[in-house]
């Protein structure tokens, strides 16, 4: 789903969303991109390995890979998708865009059609955060057809980011998951050149080891069903 809008100020905004303009895996989710045509949507970042063709592909990720498509286009400058276990997080990174998983309750998930409705969310995407914090601030907010939906105010998110000060935060990173086979150099590189960043603008960094993820995906598909 993309969205469009006619004002860059949220007191006049006109928010005007097109179901199915960027559809991709909806047939499943997925991590690989396919879209309603059985097309590839293209990312020029990523090149995999087809399991449908067995030639080499470019793949924006997914299963919200048209939305991060689109925003890394440039066809529009906002986009909505949803995430189970990383269907907007991931196609962004693949992208190069920014994408958000919000916290479970604080967008309604009123209309989705879920594929785990303990584990979905709707998230935004956008090209940069402050892209991103202006759509959250806009779809945030109780909804009271929505069971799971928080009834509480949302902080501003464009009032946080503003500051460069990470005092106080603390930012997990996954030990075993930066030695694992298969993960690019450049990957691991990337993630501890940010945490670096991150540490200098006062965050603490904390090395995480989770002992059973070779559980992970198994666990993954007998809840999601």
Not at 57 to 79: D, M, R
Not at 121 to 150: H, K, M, N, Y
Not at 185 to 191: D, G, K, L
Request: contains cysteine; proline residues 6%.
């Amino acid at each position: 789903m993309s969205l469009e809008t006619s004002d860059s100020s949220r007191s006049g905004s006109a928010l005007r969303f097109r179901p199915g303009s960027n559809t991709s895996s909806y047939r499943r989710p997925g991590w690989f991109g396919i879209s309603a045509s059985r097309r590839v949507e293209a990312s020029p970042r990523h090149s995999v390995r087809s399991t449908l063709k067995r030639r080499a592909i470019i793949t924006p990720g997914g299963s919200s890979g048209g939305a991060a498509a689109c925003i890394a286009a440039g066809t529009v400058p906002l986009s909505l998708g949803s995430d189970t276990g990383g269907s907007i997080r991931q196609p962004a990174a693949f992208c190069g865009v920014t994408g958000l998983k919000p916290t479970y309750g604080r967008v309604s998930r009123y209309g989705l059609v879920a594929f785990a409705s303990s584990l979905d969310q709707i998230g935004p995407l956008g090209w940069s955060v402050q892209d991103v914090a202006l759509l959250s601030e806009v779809i945030c907010g109780f909804e009271p057809r929505d069971s799971t939906s928080l009834d509480q105010p949302a902080p501003s998110l464009l009032s946080a980011i503003q500051s460069t000060d990470l005092r106080g935060i603390k930012i997990g990173i996954l030990e075993d998951a930066l030695v694992r086979d298969g993960l690019d150099e450049s990957i691991r590189r990337a993630v501890m050149d940010a945490a670096e960043i991150f540490k200098q603008a006062g965050a603490e960094i904390i090395e995480i080891k989770l002992p059973h993820s070779d559980y992970y995906v198994p666990a993954y598909y007998v809840i999601a069903p």
